[in-house]
Structure formats: C-alpha cells, structure tokens
C-alpha cells in the first residue's frame, strides 16, 4: 500500500478483523480530535455546526445526532451505487460517540477567548488528519462524507471538485446554523483548513491515500464467512 502505514492486506478473516480494530481504535481518537474543534468554542466544522444544530434542536445528545447524520449519507451513497466498505459503518458509528465520551471526561473546557481557541481548534484538526491516514491504511472504505462528495463530482463533471466540496460544507453549514447550530470563525478555520493540514499530516507520514484499493463490503463479507478449506 506504501512504505510507512503499510497494515494487514485484508485477504483473510483475521487480517479484515485486525483492520476493523484498527480503524475503530484511529476513528476513536478522530473523534477526540473534533471533540477539540468544538471545544474550541469559535464556531464548529461545517458538518458539526449540523450535528450541534441537530443535537440543540431536538434535545439529543451530539452522538447521536451524528450517527443519524452520517448512516443518512452512507445510504446517499448506496443509493448512488458508490462503493460501501465495512469501515464506513464504523465511522458512522465510532466518531459521535467518542465525541459523546470525550464530553463527559470533561477534559477540555470551552475556550473563551479567539487567542486560545484557535491553537485549539488547529490542534483538533491535525488528530483528524493524522488518524484519518491510519483509518484509510485499513483499506476497508472511506468516510460516508468523502464518497458522497467524490459521487456528486462524478455526476457534476463540468463542476471542479473543489467548488462541489464548498457547495456541500456550505450547505451543510446553512442548515446546521437554521437550526442553531454554531458557526463562527472556527467554520471557516475547518472549510479551508482542513485539507492544507491533512496533506501536510500525509506528507509527514509518508502516505499517499491515492495508493490505497478499498475493499467493499461484500468482498469483505464474503471473506470473514467463507467456509475454511
């Protein structure tokens, strides 16, 4: 896969089993890292300020509005016949309620000024990069978010990439601030921080997500239950 992040080739039921565990232990502590970007307390990510919208507006926990959230994109992206791994399941799961878990430690207040929320809120966004390169080296799918934006540039290929991600992340933020989610300079921070920060993190890590053949779902399946011979 390449030299540095190079896991278990998911050929065999312990090798899928040892990836999952992989994959949740990294989306855990990626859940850590946006527990930092709210905490941070300048405005969340664009998907977050839905998730929070969602959690204020209904009276649920952010866990959980974040599950709804991203299992309602996951079956976007089925209905859009792209490709499901086995990890994605995970991630939908794993990452709201370790934010979930994080809260309730306590372990980093609400910032109350820019002057600390910032340093803050660029710390949450390298832990998201750095364990999303260990999540991806699974090799088991990516992120419900990231197919359904690599399904919508498909489908709008007069359309860069590019413009069809801050079409998305704007529109997720409009509908998360309707519903009174928080949005600030944070917001904007994540939108275009994001990517420079994770490229950077790869960079460092010596990997190249480009290099990475997720495996889907029903190979997967068909592996882990396999009759040995």
């Known amino acids: 896969m390449n030299k540095t992040l190079h896991l278990w080739e998911n050929r065999t ?10 994959a949740a232990i990294s989306l855990f502590f990626n859940g850590f890292g946006v527990y930092l970007t709210i905490q941070a307390n300048i405005g969340a990510g664009p998907w977050d300020v839905l ?22 994109i996951l079956a976007l992206d089925a209905l859009l016949r792209e490709p499901i791994g086995i990890a994605m399941f995970i991630d939908a ?10 809260n309730r430690l306590g372990l980093v207040p609400p910032c109350r000024s ?25 090799a088991l799918g990516c992120g419900p978010r990231d197919t359904l934006l ?38 904007l ?5 994001a990517g420079p920060i994770m490229q950077l993190s790869f960079h460092i890590l010596h990997f190249d997500a480009t290099r990475v053949s997720h495996q889907h779902l ?11 011979d």
């Not at 489908?155 to 309707?178: F, N, Y």
């Not at 399946?221 to 009759?227: A, N, Q, V």
């Open 218 to 228: 029903g190979r997967s399946l068909r592996i882990f239950f396999r009759r040995a």
């Open 51 to 72: 998730n929070l919208g969602l959690s204020k507006s209904l009276g649920i926990l952010y866990g959980t509005a974040s599950i709804c959230v991203s299992y309602g």
């Open 150 to 187: 690599v399904a919508l540039a498909k489908r709008m290929k007069r359309i860069p990439i590019g413009a069809v991600s801050i079409g998305l992340l704007s529109l997720a933020t409009l509908a998360g601030a309707l519903l009174g989610g928080p949005v600030g300079l944070g917001t």
């Open 93 to 102: 799961l794993v990452v709201g309620k370790a934010v979930d878990f994080f």
């Open 13 to 22: 039921r312990g090798a899928i089993a040892a990836n999952m565990l992989v």
């Open 114 to 138: 820019p002057l600390v929320g910032v340093p803050v809120m660029l710390a949450g966004l390298v832990v998201i990069a750095c364990t999303q390169a260990v999540y991806m080296a699974a």
């Open 189 to 193: 921070l994540f939108a275009f921080g």
